[in-house]
């Protein structure tokens, strides 16, 4: 059960299901952070991470963004760009970015395989906790929509690894233990019993299911309904 805080807040768990490839799942994560702004006093959240992959079968060498989506969606180039401008307009009322910002010209934007990062992101979660896997996460957001880089690649995700403060070589171990592959199977596995087929899909207390990149008002009020149906 969860409990108040020293402040009066009620304390509760969001777990979000996501892929760091999904663009809705940042967006979600900024509404969600506008909608507990908004219950400040109120609610706090502690956020927990669980992987999903929405391509688990991605080839090491990964796909161009906007043909994937072209290819996986059975949509055309005009309808891509449309969706993928829809998805900027949204990221920035949510207050996220999904726009390059390196130096010089943006590189292809790419899809990757994500189950090595489901791996760290899990590990830091149960080794260190939900701060800094949420640190990690969104530096893993990061490195993939503003920064474009290959965290498919096992050098490029111990980079962001060690740039968002955690150890690297325990990280290293983590790829390589055969434990944590088994872990994430099964969390994924949880979330396909949970009849949870796309994401972000929140679940808070355990209780509710919120699926998609919902309005910040939307999550006040499934929160707020949480906390009056299942009071501390």
């Known amino acids: 059960m969860a409990e108040s805080s020293s402040s009066g807040a009620r ?13 809705w799942c940042i967006i979600g994560y900024g509404q969600l952070q ?10 706090e959240a502690e956020i927990r991470w669980r992987p999903f992959e929405l391509n688990p079968d991605m080839p090491v060498e990964g796909e161009e963004r906007s043909e994937h989506i072209a290819r996986k969606y059975r949509r055309t180039a005009e309808e891509t760009r449309g969706v993928q401008n829809q998805m ?25 395989n994500t ?31 503003n920064q474009r880089r290959n965290i498919g690649q096992r050098d490029v995700l111990l980079d ?20 944590m592959a ?29 699926p998609g990149a919902q309005t910040p008002e939307v999550y006040v009020n499934a929160l707020r309904r949480v906390a009056e149906k299942f009071p501390a």
């Open 160 to 179: 962001v690894v060690e740039e968002a403060g955690l150890d690297r070589q325990a990280a290293s171990a983590v790829l390589d233990d055969p434990q």
């Open 115 to 145: 189950f090595d990062a489901h791996k760290v992101s899990s590990w830091a979660l149960a080794a260190v906790g939900t701060t800094e896997q949420n640190q990690l996460k969104l530096a893993l957001f990061e490195a993939h929509f």
């Open 88 to 112: 900027r307009e949204v990221a920035k009322q949510a207050g996220v970015s999904l726009d390059y910002k390196g130096a010089g010209e943006a590189p292809p934007a790419m899809m990757w």
């Open 11 to 23: 304390k509760m768990t969001i777990d979000i299901f996501s892929d760091v490839m999904c663009p």
């Open 182 to 210: 088994q872990h994430v199977r099964a969390e994924q596995a949880q979330a396909h019993d949970l009849n949870i087929t796309g994401v972000p899909a929140m679940i808070v207390e355990g209780k509710m299911l919120i």
């Open 34 to 43: 506008k909608g507990l702004a908004e219950l400040e006093g109120e609610i």
